[in-house]
């Protein structure tokens, strides 16, 4: 999306705000307003609110009706508005706009120490000094943390605060970029996916969304094109109530927490021996497309006869182990997209640490949860959830070889969404109030630990889709305490596999 400003000096329209190709959807900026705001026993300097339907700790000098920005937990923002903006903590004072300020108060506090002063003075001194400092480290991360026992997610600043970093942004009207998302301001980025960790091939520029990722498709002569798609981002449910009305049929289900997998049976380019080539060469009839095999990751093909530069990251291709199990039953122009959860086959190793969904050592389980049925001419039929579920059941039962290893979708509630919360007025705030049980909806695991896994850890959440939604989307709504396990597994460098074989394996890089 582009965003139009006139610039009153050249009398033209100039592009200001933006949201680069290949940003991710779940880490930009928005430009928002503060609609209520709520006290937090025990805080003088405190309040709590929600933006864009994420649960924030604010400032209490932020008044309802004020124009913010909002960052999600695990965003990276630019460093040079952070040091504008004062934001860098104190360790990192040096790097603020302020930072000669803040060192004529230390030098005002070492002044009155070694006088003889009073050390009471001189700390009084010092931490005046470190009340003008932020709270951002080095990296420029959003993290989910709680104040005063209440969940912050994600980080809100008054819009202002842009001028101090691009001066020529203090006479924009904000009022009429309300509710606008953007990642990129005058070419520069501003903000994207905070990522650490090292790749495990060539380096890349650390951002990817799905019509980048269908785009390296072409590379592979195998491949039809319009027959293959890697599954598209799952967005936050939060910024994306409005799309449900009271009269939709929604799906709620369980989100696991794994490793995603695609196996699909469909129209592929044919290998031609010399002679076919020589015979179509002549114009004779050849044919060109069968129905095959392929299979991938989240976003990079595994088969090794298209992409023989694959990694395995778990050491064990567990991409072909879902290919192996379901292709043999698939109709043709069938994809199945998945979650791989529990261990890594004959091995201790964990495909997400601690999260087992009742799997022994070395056991594995596979879940369906999206099917496509596609024609030869490239046209898509998308599967409801119930579907899907009804799918993998009776896999499980004409297959009963096969039920140890498979992990059928945990259907959470399936009706017209007015019914999740019958005492709900539809007219009147329904989507915030319907939003907010949801948050804690013990029906859904909610802010409980994960009753599936063995290991003590916090349910990851859910995932709501709209039957026979006629754009293929799904969003997710993540439990604070995932939040806050995921935010603590980063600070200890712990890295999401997932998120690195991703971000760090493509396969334009091979």
Request: charged share 30%; aromatic share 10%; proline share 5%.
């Amino acid at each position: 999306m582009l965003l139009l400003l006139i610039n009153k000096n050249k009398d033209k329209m100039k592009p200001i705000l933006t949201l680069s190709e290949n940003h991710n959807p779940n880490y930009v900026c928005y430009v928002t307003k503060i609609k209520e705001l709520t006290p937090i026993e025990g805080a003088q300097t405190l309040v709590k609110t929600v933006v864009e339907g994420f649960d924030t700790v604010v400032s209490k000098d932020m008044k309802v009706g004020d124009i913010v920005l909002y960052f999600p937990v695990e965003c990276q923002i630019n460093k040079d508005f952070l040091a504008a903006n004062n934001l860098f903590e104190f360790s990192l004072h040096s790097w603020n706009a302020n930072a000669m300020v803040v060192d004529k108060w230390l030098s005002r506090a070492d002044e009155k120490e070694n006088d003889g002063g009073s050390k009471e003075g001189a700390d009084e001194l010092r931490a005046q000094a470190k009340r003008m400092c932020g709270f951002f480290n080095k990296h420029g991360r959003v993290r989910c943390i709680n104040l005063m026992k209440n969940p912050s997610q994600g980080f809100v600043i008054p819009v202002e605060s842009l001028a101090k970093w691009k001066p020529d942004l203090a006479s924009i009207d904000w009022n009429d970029y309300i509710e606008k998302t953007f990642d990129t301001i005058d070419g520069e980025l501003f903000v994207k996916k905070y990522i650490k960790f090292a790749p495990v091939s060539k380096p890349n520029d650390g951002t990817r969304n799905e019509r980048k990722r269908n785009k390296k498709l072409k590379k592979f002569d195998r491949l039809v094109e319009g027959q293959f798609e890697f599954h598209y981002d799952t967005q936050q449910l939060p910024p994306n109530m409005w799309k449900i009305s009271p009269k939709s049929i929604i799906h709620i289900s369980k989100k696991v927490h794994g490793s995603s997998f695609i196996v699909a049976r469909i129209l592929c380019n044919r290998k031609l021996t010399l002679f076919e080539k020589v015979k179509k060469f002549f114009g004779c009839n050849v044919k060109a497309k069968e129905y095959g095999n392929i299979y991938s990751s989240r976003s990079v093909i595994k088969n090794r006869y298209l992409n023989p530069n694959a990694n395995d990251f778990y050491g064990v291709d567990i991409w072909k182990l879902a290919s192996d199990l379901f292709y043999p039953y698939l109709d043709d122009g069938m994809t199945i997209y998945g979650e791989i959860a529990g261990y890594i086959p004959n091995n201790q190793k964990m495909i997400q640490k601690d999260y087992d969904y009742g799997c022994k050592p070395g056991e594995t389980k596979f879940m369906p949860y999206r099917i496509t049925m596609v024609q030869e001419n490239g046209e898509t039929h998308e599967w409801n959830a119930s579907e899907v579920l009804a799918w993998t059941l009776k896999f499980i039962e004409e297959h009963p070889e096969h039920a140890a290893k498979i992990l059928p979708m945990t259907e959470f509630y399936h009706g017209e969404a007015k019914d999740l919360y019958p005492d709900i007025d539809t007219e009147n705030h329904w989507h915030e109030n319907v939003l907010a049980r949801m948050k804690l909806d013990e029906r859904f695991n909610m802010e409980k630990n994960e009753p599936a896994c063995w290991h003590k850890v916090p349910a990851e959440g859910i995932v709501v889709k709209i039957d026979d939604d006629p754009k293929a989307e799904a969003w997710k709504l993540k439990c604070d305490k995932f939040y806050r396990k995921e935010t603590s597994e980063l600070d200890k460098g712990e890295i999401d596999i997932e998120t690195q074989e991703s971000e760090g394996g493509q396969v334009d890089e091979n």
